[in-house]
């Protein structure tokens, strides 16, 4: 029966929902971290499941790009292709009251791999799977948003919050490297400077200092003024309601272009620094990880019920 309920347990930690827009009549694809009891943390079957999920969502949105450029976009008459065809944006968050408060030091995802270019090892790296997504991805953010899962966040185009959001970039503080983007694209949101007090410090940002440094797109505290009643969403999540909004307004225009959009928004940043940081992670684990101490500090400081809980200091 152990068996039985570890197996339930490891298909479910990932949950993806499509959900049909109600005023552009699109469809919006919402993919939610199912571990609330762990405050969302990955662990390597989430990150494997979540690199599944975006890969198969960006070949979706390839494949309908290639179908409509040869004219047959418009003329399927196959449901789920039709469905397929309607994907007007991908919203990423967490069940329960947090987003992802990084990495269950369990079984974290291997440092190596998730530092490495080569081809095996990025098919298995959700930050990079996210950056095959042709539409938008808006992240529905609440709780805690740290260290991996800051990483996570960053990768989404458009951030929205709660009141109750906090971010915190750890990395520092138990010598560990991000490898997934966070030292060049939260330079990219708030700039250099900012960038350095978030992360040398490794204090919380709460979600009123976020919003005013461009960390947080929008915080959503009240609920949405176009009511959304649809099955299963929690009707007290109001970043989820307002990500749900924003897709349909999304929806409302030509999708192809929004696309194109996207891409030339993301092509024109420089990508040798994302590239960069990952060699330079690549070269910090290798140094370190076979000391079989890599992790240990941040285990031992999660464990402690009486170290200092800082408020927010930015």
């Not at 405050?39 to 494949?63: G, M």
């Not at 005013?212 to 009707?235: C, F, N, R, Y």
Request: hydrophobic content about 40%.
């Amino acid at each position: 029966m152990a068996t039985a309920a570890a197996s339930a347990e490891s298909d479910q930690v990932v949950l993806v929902r499509r959900v049909t827009l109600p005023l552009s009549q699109k469809v919006a694809i919402i993919i939610s971290i199912n571990r609330p009891e762990k405050k969302n943390c990955f662990n390597t079957n989430v990150c494997h499941k979540l690199a599944q999920v975006f890969h198969d969502i960006a070949q979706e949105i390839q494949l309908l790009d290639m179908l409509k450029l040869d004219g047959q976009g418009s003329n399927s008459d196959d449901e789920d292709d039709a469905s397929k065809e309607s994907v007007a944006a991908v919203i990423f968050t967490g069940e329960g009251s947090s987003f992802c408060a990084g990495a269950d030091l369990s079984d974290p995802p291997n440092p190596l791999h998730q530092s490495s270019d080569l081809p095996h090892h990025l098919r298995w790296n959700p930050v990079y799977q996210m950056s095959k997504v042709g539409v938008p991805i808006i992240g529905a953010l609440r709780g805690h948003v740290i260290t991996g899962g800051f990483e996570l966040a960053l990768a989404c185009d458009i951030l929205i919050g709660d009141s109750t959001t906090k971010f915190r970039d750890t990395h520092v503080k138990f010598g560990l490297a991000p490898c997934w983007g966070l030292s060049q694209r939260l330079s990219q949101r708030i700039g250099p400077g900012r960038a350095k007090i978030v992360s040398f410090s490794a204090l919380p940002v709460n979600a009123d200092v976020a919003h005013a440094w461009g960390l947080l797109d929008e915080v959503a505290s009240l609920p949405s003024t176009k009511k959304i009643d649809l099955e299963d969403i929690d009707p007290d999540n109001h970043s989820l309601h307002r990500a749900i909004e924003l897709a349909d307004s999304i929806g409302a225009n030509d999708n192809l272009m929004i696309r194109r959009y996207k891409r030339a928004m993301i092509e024109g940043m420089d990508m040798a620094g994302s590239r960069r940081e990952r060699e330079l992670g690549l070269a910090h684990y290798l140094e370190v990880v076979g000391d079989g101490h890599t992790f240990e500090g941040a285990k031992e400081f999660i464990a402690d019920e009486d170290r200092p809980r800082f408020e927010s200091k930015l």
